[in-house]
């Protein structure tokens, strides 16, 4: 909707709605942790923060939420000029915001592995991997099961989404890389030792076996080798870039 490609407009609505459905449950889990909920959103508003990375992330994520709602709306009222600036507004905060999440963890010296150059760019590349890891997994079962819109799904979502993937999945292994470079010959303090930890250290089972490999190289396989360009394929794929990504928030 964003660049005008016409063949996606159709499979717009499980976008929209998935997106605003996973926000939302993601304000939930937050709540759930806080004892006063509604504090936060009182004192984001009558006592901002500008210094503080912790309150932009509440900023752009609110009006993310937003820009989703607004999308939504307008996409089932049929007002499309509405629509469209929404979809553009929506997007680009959907970039900003998981890097001021990057900045949070960034700014924390006491937490040497998340201090890091490349922390914001690796929220997004996990969001985006996430993102279309999700749409794999859904429009695969909206093929398989023959629900609504399934012609659309086997001929353009999956096609769409699987190229998507590939290259996301590789974007995500030059960041996972980089990071581990910066990681071991930066110049924080205690992001070397943080990162060997992981690398050769007692988490290296986990990152290796369930990060690298069932996370980003065998997605990666199953989206390049013909044999395996299906849609059964995906959908492993898909599932298993999830595995990576709670391999990585776990470690």
Known sequence: ??????????????????????????????????????????????????????????????????????????????????????????????????????????VLASRPYWHGAFTPPAMVAAALLSGTALLGIVFYCVYRFRLAGYERAGT?????????????VAVTVLVVAWDTAWGLYGNVPGLSDATAAILVGPLALPFWIFRVLLGLVVPLVLLVLPRTRTPAGLFAASCLAFVGLFADRAI
């Open 1 to 106: 909707t964003v660049f005008g490609i016409e063949m996606f407009i159709p499979l717009e609505k499980r976008h929209a709605i998935l997106a605003l459905l996973c926000l939302v449950t993601a304000f939930g889990v937050i709540a759930l942790d806080l004892q006063f909920p509604v504090r936060m959103v009182f004192g984001a508003v009558l006592s901002p923060s500008p210094r503080s990375p912790m309150w932009w992330m509440g900023v752009f994520y609110g009006v993310y939420l937003v820009f989703l709602i607004i999308e939504v709306l307008s996409m089932f009222t049929g007002r499309w000029r509405l629509h469209r600036i929404a979809c553009v507004l929506s997007s680009i905060t959907a970039i900003v915001a998981p890097t001021t999440l990057g900045a949070v963890f960034g």
């Open 156 to 168: 353009i979502a999956i096609p769409a989404i699987r190229l998507l993937l590939t290259i996301i």
